[in-house]
């Protein structure tokens, strides 16, 4: 069983960057893949980034590619999602999942509660 927490939202403007956590305050990470997804209103959650349960493979949206860096510390039991550039589009409240699928696989089934981050012109 995994039971994630998201953590470091907010809001920032236009150009300026943010840093997303995810820890698992139940289970351990190391078996998972971990992704990131972001839901707007008004729209569908969409997929964000992945990294497989060693890290080094990542798949990375292409609306977000060079702009934001996923990663992971197995060890710290934690994902992150490091967001630069950011641009008004990117509001949306994010989510962390995992599962136990490689990627490309999309078949999440843990999910932490969203943090809302806020992108101002």
């Known amino acids: 069983q995994l039971q994630l927490e998201v953590s470091g939202g907010g809001l920032v403007q236009v150009g300026g960057s943010l840093s997303l956590s995810c820890y698992a305050v139940v289970g351990t990470i190391d078996e998972y893949t971990m992704g990131w997804f972001r839901q707007a209103p008004g729209k569908a959650r969409e997929f964000v980034a992945a990294i497989s349960w060693s890290g080094g493979t990542t798949d990375i949206e292409d609306s977000v590619k060079g702009r934001f860096t996923i990663s992971r510390d197995n060890w710290k039991n934690t994902v992150y999602l490091e967001m630069h550039s950011l641009r008004p589009e990117d509001t949306a409240v994010y989510y962390c999942?995992?599962?136990?699928?490689?990627?490309?696989?999309?078949?999440?089934?843990?999910w932490g509660r969203g943090t809302q981050v806020t992108v101002s012109s």
């Open positions: 999942g995992a599962m136990l699928g490689p990627i490309p696989n999309r078949d999440y089934r843990w």
